[in-house]
Each structure stands twice: as structure tokens, then as C-alpha cells.
């Protein structure tokens, strides 16, 4: 039986867990945080991830588990709606579309695979040696092994993409926006509507999320000297400075959250791109090989990514194997990478002018596609 290491517990690493099983392969699953994260944006299950989840017998739980949003308000300083419009696409007959909270879906995803799938959490890579016949893993806690196979599914920081391909500078490029978020700590006034106010370059929302709502900031900046994406206090401060003198709406309010946050999500939206996904027996997946955005459809790439892999190793030798996923997924990558800048131009306009632009256009879409208060449609 083949031995695969997975570096990442998250949506990718827990997908690619539960097929290599199904396909007869023993797993170990790596993972940094001391057990599955609580918290998490909301994010989409739809396209090519929609056969995957459904195949795994997962969609019974995954609805129960979905947001009830079906719109969007923008909103002006004094909390009046702009627009509103409808969010997602039209959902033809038989078409699975899921917006779901990240953590929920990445913790259904584990308990699927839980059974047959070996996890250690608390722990992470140190050290990698590859040879022609498998790879020697040196871990921080646990005792050093060797798998026939490695993969990389551990996000845009990923540890596994930085020992075996090199520094994160030679394949992540920031893309000139930031995103924090953070719970609010009780469910949202309306469930149905995610709330957007703007600025020129910034953007403060709340998502209602499914029962606790979500406070959400984006904005734009070039990228920090030294940034430390695990270093929380530094990223408090980068919101609060970013918003720093800004009245309107419910921003002072949601900034006093942050202050007092024992804990913020913080990213650079960033794009991943590297020439080729594998090095002999390492193999990346998701956000680690090819982070396009952090606007919601990753998780459905990642979903999609670790089944094509998954497959793709079923049918035979690694090398053959990890060419045959990467020439399938990087066409579906590729698509959402040249679209990142368009929907950052949507969601956070630089100037006055676009921002007048986007509201007018969100006008003319809800005159056409109106999004009526109140349950969503059957899925």
C-alpha cells in the first residue's frame, strides 16, 4: 500500500484524504493548528466542485450547513441602500451552488475522512529529503518517517511549496489588496443580505454567515516590509491604520471590534504561480500550487484540484500521474486567475468615479435580476 503524507488539514487536504483512501492509499494528514479551525469566511461550492462533494455523499450535510444569503446591499455613510442585486448565478435545473462557512466545510470534509485517514495536528514539516524511491519527513514534534509520496496542500504560505521549490518571493505576487475579517459575535439583523460600504480603495462589510455574522475588510495597499502572516497585532494595526479617519457607516464600530479581537483573519490577496506543481515525489494542491484570489471560489478549485489528483494517482505511476492533474486543473485555474483583478475592481474601485461607475451597474442589475428579501431558492 502506498504511503502519502498530506501537509494542510483544510479543504484541499481533507478532499485529497478521503479520495487517496477510497483509492486504497494510507495517509497521514499534517497539520499545524491544534485541531480544526472554528472560523472562517464563507466560501462557495459549485462547478467542478459540485460532482466531487456529491460523490462523497456530502451534500445532505453541506446544505445544512449553508448561509441563507441571496443578496447583496451596497450601502451608502448613512446605512441607505444603493443597490441591491442578487448573489450568484442563475441555478439551472440539478445545478448544486453552496455557500457555506469555510471552517464548517472544511470540518465536514474531515469528519468524512477521519475514519481512514491518520491525523496529526499540532505538528509541521521541517525538513524534506527526496530520493528516487520515496522522501524522508522531519517534523517539529513528531518522530521522522519516510512516504512513497508528499503533497503540499497548505495554503498560499505553504511550508511543503517553500522547502521543496524554493521562497515564497519567487512564486507569490501580492496583488495590491488586503482582506481581514473577523465573528461578530451574534447573527446579523438581516440573513439574507451580505452589506457593502465603500470608499475609494476600501471596502467594510458584514455577512450574515450562518447564525454569527462576519465583519470583512478590504482594501487596498502595496505590500508590508517583513509582513508575518501569523503576527496578529501587526495586522490589527494595518486595518485600523487603513481605515484610520473614516466615519461612515458602521466602520468605527467594526474597527473597535478589532481592536479588541483576540484573533483576526489577515491576508494578502496574492496570486501563486509556479512553473510546474511537482518535484519528483512532492506533489502541490489548492491555494499551495495555484492561489488565485481569496473572493470565494478557491475552496471549490481546491475541492476540484484534490479529486483530479487523487484520480490521477489512482491510475498509476506518480511522475505520469501528476502530469495528467496538473495539465486538467491548471486549465480551471487559469480562468479565475485572469478574472482576480476584475472582481477586486468591483468589490473595492480605487477612485470616486469607479465607485459611481460599479453602483450604477449594480442599479441596472438588480432593475433586471431584483433579489427579493427572503428565503433562498431550493438547491
Known amino acids: 500500500m502506498r504511503t502519502v503524507l498530506v501537509s494542510g488539514g483544510g479543504i484541499a487536504g481533507n478532499t485529497l484524504a478521503w479520495w487517496l483512501a477510497r483509492h486504497g492509499f494510507r495517509s497521514t494528514v499534517v497539520e499545524r493548528a491544534a485541531g480544526q479551525r472554528s472560523s472562517g469566511a464563507p466560501v462557495d461550492v459549485r462547478g ?27 450601502v451608502d455613510a448613512a446605512g441607505a441602500t444603493v443597490a441591491r442585486f442578487p448573489m450568484g448565478f442563475e441555478r439551472p435545473a440539478g445545478r448544486t451552488e453552496l455557500e457555506i462557512p469555510r471552517a464548517d466545510l472544511a470540518a465536514i470534509l474531515h469528519r468524512a475522512a477521519a475514519d481512514e485517514v491518520e491525523f496529526r495536528y499540532d505538528d509541521t514539516i521541517t525538513a524534506l529529503t527526496a530520493d528516487t524511491g520515496g522522501v524522508d519527513v522531519t517534523f517539529a514534534r513528531g518522530e521522522p518517517r519516510r512516504y512513497d509520496l508528499v503533497v503540499g496542500a497548505d495554503g498560499l504560505h505553504s511550508t511543503v511549496r517553500r522547502l521543496a521549490f524554493g521562497p515564497a518571493a519567487e512564486y ?84 473597535d471590534r478589532v481592536r479588541a ?49 487523487a484520480e490521477a494517482l489512482a491510475g498509476g505511476e506518480h511522475g505520469a500521474a501528476f502530469r495528467r492533474y496538473e495539465a486538467v486543473h491548471r486549465r480551471r485555474t487559469e480562468l479565475k486567475r485572469r478574472a482576480a483583478r476584475y472582481v477586486a475592481g468591483l468589490l473595492v474601485p480605487r477612485t470616486r468615479v469607479g465607485l459611481a461607475t460599479r453602483d450604477a451597474a449594480a442599479r441596472a442589475l438588480a432593475r433586471v435580476r431584483p433579489a427579493t428579501p427572503g428565503p433562498p431558492p431550493a438547491r
Open 48 to 74: 467542478p466542485a459540485a460532482p466531487v462533494v456529491e460523490a462523497m455523499g456530502l451534500l445532505e450535510p453541506l446544505r445544512a450547513a449553508a448561509t441563507s444569503v441571496t443578496g447583496a446591499r451596497l
Open 172 to 255: 507569490v505576487r501580492h496583488l495590491g489588496v488586503w482582506v481581514a475579517g473577523l465573528p461578530l459575535g451574534g447573527p446579523a439583523d438581516d440573513p439574507h443580505d451580505v452589506l457593502l460600504y465603500n470608499t475609494p480603495g476600501r471596502l467594510a462589510s458584514v455577512h450574515p454567515a450562518r447564525g454569527e455574522a462576519m465583519a470583512a475588510f478590504i482594501f487596498r495597499g502595496p505590500m508590508v516590509d517583513g509582513f508575518d502572516h501569523r503576527d496578529v497585532g501587526r495586522h490589527k494595526r494595518l486595518v485600523v491604520e487603513a481605515y484610520q479617519g473614516e466615519r461612515g457607516w458602521r466602520v468605527p464600530e467594526l474597527l
Open 261 to 309: 479581537a483576540d484573533d483576526i483573519y489577515f491576508d494578502s490577496v496574492s496570486r501563486v504561480h509556479l512553473s510546474c506543481w511537482s518535484r519528483g515525489r512532492i506533489v502541490l494542491v489548492g491555494d499551495a500550487a495555484s492561489c488565485v484570489s481569496l473572493f470565494g471560489e478557491g475552496s471549490s478549485l481546491a475541492i476540484a484540484g484534490a479529486h483530479t489528483l
